[in-house]
Each structure stands twice: as structure tokens, then as C-alpha cells.
């Protein structure tokens, strides 16, 4: 990115996803090496922002925090909607795992 990607309106806010099933290497017993897998969003603008949730074959996702305690820890976020996530404001998901 150069400085005019990173003074541009879309650009204050961004996500990360940390994919737990994307690890690369085995253990000691040769087996995959997997965690949960978690999608952070945060937003510095001044306007709330809608965010498309990273899809994979129907992944649902849950509410680990949002500061803007608009949504309750554990709550569920419909995968296949933008997240509508508030001004200034940090959104923790983490995938659900067969439920």
C-alpha cells in the first residue's frame, strides 16, 4: 500500500481472519496441527460499516466481544449477511464448531 491506500475514506477499517485450520505443519505424532479460528473487524471511520463474513462451506460465526455491546458474547452471526459493525468500534467473531 502507498500513503494515498492508506489515507483513502476505505481504509479505516480492516479484518483479519485467523484461520486455526490453516496451520501449516504437523506434531510430534504427525498430525495436523489445528485451533479455533477467529475473525476480528475493527473500524476507525466515523460511520458504521458493513462486512461480508469470510464464507466457507456455510461457517456460522459467534460473538467473542463487540465493544460496542450492541451484541451478547456467544450470540450468532448469520454467515451469508454483511455484519454491520459501529463507528469506532472492535468486533471479535469466533467459528462455531458443529453446532
Do not use: C, Y
Not at 477499517?13 to 489445528?34: F, K
Not at 475493527?42 to 458504521?48: K, P, R
Amino acid at each position: 500500500m502507498d500513503d494515498a491506500d492508506w489515507n483513502a475514506e476505505s481504509s479505516r477499517s480492516v479484518g483479519i481472519l485467523l484461520d486455526g485450520a490453516a496451520i501449516p505443519g504437523h506434531d510430534a505424532r504427525g498430525q495436523p496441527i489445528t485451533d479455533d479460528s477467529f475473525f476480528l473487524i475493527l473500524n476507525a471511520d466515523v460511520d458504521s460499516i458493513d462486512w461480508a463474513m469470510p464464507a466457507r462451506d456455510g461457517q456460522e460465526w459467534e460473538i467473542v466481544v463487540d465493544t460496542t455491546n450492541e451484541r451478547e458474547r456467544g450470540a450468532a452471526v448469520d454467515s451469508a449477511k454483511p455484519l454491520t459493525v459501529a463507528s469506532r468500534s472492535v468486533v471479535v467473531l469466533t467459528a462455531r464448531s458443529g453446532r
